[in-house]
């Protein structure tokens, strides 16, 4: 797992995006188990109380279970798999709509230029 952090967002809230993405591009399973909290943080060179909260804040999301001598796993649950791919590509596109309107765009303008990216990119993809 490599993260580059992000200096505006709270390092726990950055892993917990990762781990989602993760989820979302399939190089993560349900029912897949996590890194031990000292593991990840060894790796992704973080302070494990970090790491902790990170595990926490997933369990109150209902993200991951801990099993009990046994370690942290992804939950096995196709809705909440659906809930996370929708609300990434939610936070996506707000951001990029927001970036957008920042930018001068009207809603008209934006609407037609992610129209055309789209045709080009069927053209590039095909």
Known sequence: MKINFDATKPIYEQII?????MLIRQEMSPGEKLPSQRDLARLIE???????RAYREMELLELVETRRGKGTFIKEDEKMMSEIRRE??????????EEMLSLGFSQ????TWI????VDLKKHTN
Not at 17 to 21: H, L, V
Not at 115 to 118: F, G, H, Q, S, V
């Open 46 to 52: 973080v302070n494990p109380n970090t790491i902790q």
């Open 88 to 97: 990434m590509a939610r936070d996506a596109a707000n951001k990029f709509i």
């Open 17 to 21: 995006d990762q781990i989602k993405k």
């Open 115 to 118: 129209e055309n990216e789209l």
């Open 108 to 111: 008209a303008e934006i609407v």
